[in-house]
């Protein structure tokens, strides 16, 4: 892979100066290209972003680290990393419709072709074994029928979806809310090797970076914007997480489904934030009747 001098910019702005997509989409629109935000005053780039006094001092620190970030660039892409900028032909096409798109997409693995259909089977983290046994029955089954799995690879649901789809031959995709050097939770990083060589892990954050909650609820936008539909296998409150899952299902218009929704608050308000009930029986052919 070329490291070129756009990618190095956003990386900059990105990871040093620490804006945000929308921020960084924000100046893209405004000026056209990295290059141009580049070479235009920082006073001016900081009033057009609404940047503080202490984001400005970053934007100018970054100015003066390109050089080094491009060697970070280099040691991502040996490390078995690939960054693709919003502008690259390769960046997935799903995330450029998000309000708040990336500016930078790190992938290990192989992304799936953007044709082919996706399901996220997303749910609670403190899911009980019945619970996960029903993640990994959805994740095989859907993989047996072609779909990729999306999910985030946290405890419960999640590894039970991605751990499904594996087993049926499948391709996954687990959307991480930290850098691949912080894989979360740790008893996670088997799998996270299977995803690597059965599909692909992505996250918004280069490799060293930290997990934080609000990462970990944030990526939830990225899990359901890959996806052409929402499963919800267990909801318990309150899980901010697969709650915003389910309110990005009804923003991102993806049919989101909860599995046994009973009379419990979290899945009353997953019903009224736009998920659909359906049995505990597994009806894989009518989720993807949606489609």
Request: proline fraction near 6%.
């Amino acid at each position: 892979m070329t490291i070129n001098r756009d990618l190095i910019i956003l990386f900059a702005l990105s990871s040093e100066a620490r804006l945000g997509p929308k921020t960084v989409a924000t100046l893209l629109t405004h000026y056209g290209n990295p290059e141009a935000i580049w070479d235009t005053g920082v006073e001016e780039v900081a009033e057009v972003a609404h940047l503080s006094e202490a984001g400005t001092e970053r934007l100018v620190q970054a100015r003066g680290l390109t050089d080094a970030l491009a060697e970070e660039l280099e040691m991502i892409i040996e490390g078995g990393t690939t960054p693709l900028s919003i502008l690259d032909d390769d960046y997935p096409d799903r995330l450029r419709h998000l309000p708040d798109p990336p500016t930078i997409v790190y992938v290990r693995g192989r992304m799936p072709e953007e044709t082919q259909t996706a399901v996220a089977v997303v749910g609670s983290h403190h899911a009980d074994a019945e619970g996960i046994a029903e993640a990994v029955t959805w994740g095989k089954a859907l993989a047996l029928r072609g779909v990729i799995v999306v999910s985030g690879m946290a405890r419960g649901i999640d590894g039970g979806g991605h751990t499904g789809a594996l087993a049926g031959g499948g391709q996954t995709v687990a959307v991480l809310g930290s850098g691949f050097e912080n894989i979360y939770p740790p008893e996670h990083r088997g799998l996270a090797e299977q995803i690597e060589h059965q599909g692909a892990l992505i996250s918004e954050h280069p490799p060293r970076t930290p997990l934080t909650k609000s990462r970990l609820v944030y990526r939830n936008r990225m899990i359901v914007a890959l996806s052409d539909a929402v499963v919800v296998v267990r909801v318990h409150a309150p899980e901010s997480g697969t709650m915003e899952a389910v309110r990005q299902g009804r923003d991102l218009a993806r049919p989101t489904f909860i599995v046994a929704a009973d009379s419990s608050e979290a899945s009353r308000r997953a019903v009224a934030d736009g998920a659909m009930p359906i049995g505990r029986l597994p009806d894989f052919d009518l989720v993807l009747k949606y489609l």
